[in-house]
Structures are given as C-alpha cells and as structure tokens.
C-alpha cells in the first residue's frame, strides 16, 4: 500500500523559507512521478509543483515559480520541496502526491495518492 508522509511545515516570517520533505513507501519510488499541491482556507486545492521519475523534468505553478524548487532523493524515497522568499498568500496546507501509475506525469488532481497534508503559515 502507498503511503505519503509529509514533514517541514511551520509558521515563518514572510521573507523566509522552508522545506518539505515527502517520505513515500510502498512500491518502486524511482518509477513515480511526484507532486506539490496546497489547498489555502476556503479555497480549491492547487497545483504547486512536479518533477517525473527521471528527475529531469520538472514543472511549477507560476505563483511560485522563481521561489520554490522541487527535487527528488530516489535513495531515499524521499521528494522535498525547498521554498524560499515566502509570502503570506503561500499559507496553506501542503500535500505530497503520486500517481497511481508508473512513468506518467501529474497533470491532473485525478488519480493520485496523497499524502496527510502539513501546515505552512506565512507571516506578514
């Protein structure tokens, strides 16, 4: 069974940074794309950022483009997202994703699996 455990959120000044890190189990990581969503209060849930299996291709909202970068640990199982130059309209909680399938890109919000979701909070 896949499981996604996200970890690095906390509250942070605007300005700063954070990384989140998503620790999968479950199957062969290194086949999988993977993926950065966050849903804000009273909002839609959102795409933030992917990278596909080969490590070479990655993708990024343009709210965050420029500020977030997301990298891949295939030994470790692990996708981080490095956020930097924060800003309060980054606040929101942030999921880990991955797509059911192997060797297909996230494109969209069907068919993943998901992780618990950490908290980010930006303050002004």
């Known amino acids: 069974q896949v499981q996604l455990v996200e970890s690095g959120g906390g509250l942070v000044q605007a300005g700063g940074s954070l990384r989140l890190s998503c620790v999968a189990s479950?199957?062969?990581?290194?086949?999988?794309?993977m993926g950065w969503f966050r849903q804000a209060p009273g909002k839609e849930r959102e795409f933030v950022a992917r990278?596909?299996?080969?490590?070479?291709?990655?993708r990024y909202a343009d709210s965050v483009k420029g500020r977030f970068s997301i990298s891949r640990d295939n030994a470790k199982n692990t996708v981080y997202l490095q956020m930097n130059s924060l800003k309060p309209e980054d606040t929101a909680v942030y999921y880990c994703?991955?797509?059911?399938?192997?060797?297909?890109?996230?494109?969209?919000?069907?068919?993943?699996?998901w992780g618990q979701g950490t908290q980010v909070t930006v303050s002004s």
């Open positions: 994703a991955t797509p059911a399938r192997p060797f297909v890109t996230i494109t969209t919000q069907d068919s993943l699996y």
């Open positions: 479950g199957r062969t990581f290194s086949n999988f794309a």
């Open positions: 990278i596909d299996w080969s490590h070479s291709i990655t």
